[in-house]
């Protein structure tokens, strides 16, 4: 079986460089992205005023490389990469 995803939208960041980027969400805190739909999709907003949360699923495109074992930053051990934030995660392409 093969999955493909096509992009709905572009989520943008003020973060542009690794460095100065919190490394932790509490460090992001008062921190504003932003989400651009696109047009076609928009009908698809009707009624989500008044939710807390939103899932968003996204493709980390500028990562260099892949691990299944990290260590994350400030931790001095090895850990799965699926028990991490890291965006090392395996992807297979064809």
Do not use: W
Request: one cysteine or more; hydrophobic letters at 35%; charged letters at 25%.
């Amino acid at each position: 079986m093969k999955i493909e995803f096509k992009s709905i939208g572009t989520i943008h960041s003020p973060f542009k460089e690794l460095e100065g980027m919190p490394i932790q969400p509490t460090g992001a805190k008062g921190i504003k992205g932003k989400i651009c739909l696109k047009d076609e999709f928009k009908p698809g907003l009707k009624d989500i005023d008044g939710f807390s949360h939103l899932i968003l699923i996204y493709h980390l495109h500028k990562t260099k490389g892949n691990a299944l074992e990290v260590k994350p930053f400030m931790d001095n051990a090895s850990h799965g990469v699926f028990a991490t934030r890291s965006p090392k995660r395996p992807t297979i392409l064809e």
